[in-house]
Structure formats: structure tokens, C-alpha cells
T-cell receptor, first 114, second 116 residues
Framework: EADIYQTPRYLVIGTGKKITLECSQT?????MYWYQQDPGMELHLIHY???????EKGDLSSESTVSRIRTEHFPLTLESARPSHTSQYLC?????????????FGPGTRLLVL | AQKITQTQPGMFVQEKEAVTLDCTYD???????LFWYKQPSSGEMIFLIY??????QNATEGRYSLNFQKARKSANLVISASQLGDSAMYFC?????????????FGAGTRLFVKA
């Protein structure tokens, strides 16, 4: 069973606010990912990390930023939230050497920006 | 070009029947991995099954099996004895390259409805 956690699960916030979505995993996985997904639609990779102090932008341009100071923690920050940021954000992790590098996902954060 | 194609936006199946969800992929890499995930309405992505490009046998996990046809580049998911709880979105995904490969690409998904 995957041990990857996301908080908050739901967030309603006003335009212009700064928000941080938390993601933590206890599996010691080196790779971590952030996806953005509108309801019932495909996943879009917005950020990923190969390990501590490594962060890369994904396929979908995003105004968010990420950091990877510790292996287990991969927070995503929006400096100024806008209604266009309304979506579900999924965090995932994988291990290069185990499980065929299967990605395991957290429960997601559903963000609504008013 | 689409790397992962799921041509069925929605599928209906009668409870206790089997259903096949289609997935085709495109890669020139000889080493790759194929995955299926389930996403219920609650939103989490649940890993179901994995097939490696060099695996000789089709993968099976309980009621899930993967019909892997390498020459056709297809990796269809078969769910046997459907249950109401199987109603969800299903995503096919591919990791190109061997372990340590760059990233995993997801298809657009198929929504499965199981009828009582």
C-alpha cells in the first residue's frame, strides 16, 4: 500500500492568495511528481524531481513552483492564486530501482480559486 | 503524435460480465513499461497492473489482466466479473526506457460504468 499524503484535501481560496500544497511520502522514493487534472480529464505533468535539490518543469506550463529539500517532501506553491488554477492536483512518487518505477499517488488536493 | 491512445471515452458493462478497455501506444524504445490505473470519483489514482515490454506472459492481478500484443502495440485491460465498485475512470500509461526512464505518459482515460 502506498504511503503518500497530501494536504489539504480540499481548499477554497480567494484570488491573489499565496498557497502551498503539501506532499509527503514515507517510502523513501527518489522521484516525485506533481500533476494537474481537471475533473474526468487527462493528467498533465507540471513538475517533477529526481531527488533532493532536483526540480524540473513538466509538459504543462504552470505558474507554480516546487522545492525538494528533503527526500520525503515535495511541496507545490502558487504565489498568487487565480481562478484558472482551479483544478485537482495529484502528487506521486516512484523508485528507480523498485516496482518497475511504478508511480504511487496521493489522494489529491482539490483547489477552488474564487 | 499521441503516445498513448485510449479510444473509448466511455464504456458500459453489466455487473458480473467481463469488459475490455483498449489502449494502444507508440514508442520506438525497445524497453518500456505499461501501467493501468483506476481513478474513482473520490479522485485518487490507484495502481492496478504492470506489463514490461520484455515480459513473455500477460500480467494478471486478481480480476485484472493485461492483454499485451506487442506487435500491435496494444495493452488492453480486461476486467473479469465486473462489480459496481469498478465504476471509475481508467488510465493507461507508458514509461519509456528501462528503469530510470525519463517519465511516464498517461492516456486520456476511459470512464467505465457498471450496471446492476
Amino acid at each position: 500500500e502506498a504511503d503518500i499524503y497530501q494536504t489539504p484535501r480540499y481548499l477554497v481560496i480567494g484570488t491573489g492568495k499565496k498557497i502551498t500544497l503539501e506532499c509527503s511520502q514515507t517510502m523513501g522514493h527518489d522521484k516525485m511528481y506533481w500533476y494537474q487534472q481537471d475533473p474526468g480529464m487527462e493528467l498533465h505533468l507540471i513538475h517533477y524531481s529526481y531527488g533532493v535539490n532536483s526540480t524540473e518543469k513538466g509538459d504543462l506550463s504552470s505558474e507554480s513552483t516546487v522545492s525538494r529539500i528533503r527526500t520525503e517532501h515535495f511541496p507545490l506553491t502558487l504565489e498568487s492564486a487565480r481562478p484558472s488554477h482551479t483544478s485537482q492536483y495529484l502528487c506521486a512518487s516512484s523508485d528507480v530501482l523498485r516496482d518497475h518505477e511504478t508511480q504511487y499517488f496521493g489522494p489529491g488536493t482539490r483547489l477552488l480559486v474564487l | 503524435a499521441q503516445k498513448i491512445t485510449q479510444t473509448q471515452p466511455g464504456m458500459f458493462v453489466q455487473e458480473k460480465e467481463a469488459v475490455t478497455l483498449d489502449c494502444t501506444y507508440d514508442t520506438s524504445d525497445p524497453s518500456y513499461g505499461l501501467f493501468w490505473y483506476k481513478q474513482p470519483s473520490s479522485g485518487e489514482m490507484i495502481f492496478l497492473i504492470y506489463q514490461g515490454s520484455y515480459d513473455q506472459q500477460n500480467a494478471t492481478e486478481g480480476r485484472y489482466s493485461l492483454n499485451f500484443q506487442k506487435a500491435r502495440k496494444s495493452a488492453n485491460l480486461v476486467i473479469s466479473a465486473s462489480q459496481l465498485g469498478d465504476s471509475a475512470m481508467y488510465f493507461c500509461a507508458m514509461r519509456e526506457g528501462g528503469t530510470g526512464g525519463f517519465k511516464t505518459i498517461f492516456g486520456a482515460g476511459t470512464r467505465l460504468f457498471v450496471k446492476a
